[in-house]
């Protein structure tokens, strides 16, 4: 099994959005499901619900896209926390990798000793 089949954080992250939103904006998810349509990504209630919930594992780029759409929102918007690491926020300590994410902090311009 490969990382992305076990472990989709991204996608977790852009439904859980999906779900902020559309609960802020006092939708119904049969209202975000005509909405999404509307925007060129047909999708029902069930689908809506299967996404918010977990049962459909990814997120497509056009849900992403239409979800934005139909939000008012940049595609940054829906992705910006999934981007960061929940262990360095991204910014490892000099000279350090990331076991979490594998990101690389600056290398120290001065040996070590």
Excluded: W
Excluded at 35 to 43: F, V
């Amino acid at each position: 099994m490969t990382r992305l089949q076990r472990d989709l954080p991204i996608s977790r992250h852009v439904a859980t959005q999906i779900r902020h939103h559309r609960e802020h904006r006092n939708l119904s998810q049969s209202a975000l499901a005509q909405a999404l349509t509307e925007a060129g990504y047909p999708l029902d209630r069930v689908g809506v619900a299967e996404t918010e919930s977990g049962d459909r594992k990814t997120v497509s780029v056009d849900l992403l896209v239409a979800a934005a759409q139909v939000f008012g929102l940049p595609l940054a918007a829906l992705l910006d926390a999934a981007m960061r690491c929940q262990i360095c926020d991204g910014h490892p300590p000099a000279g350090f990798t990331c076991n979490a994410c594998h990101r690389g902090g600056p290398t120290r311009k001065d040996p070590v000793r």
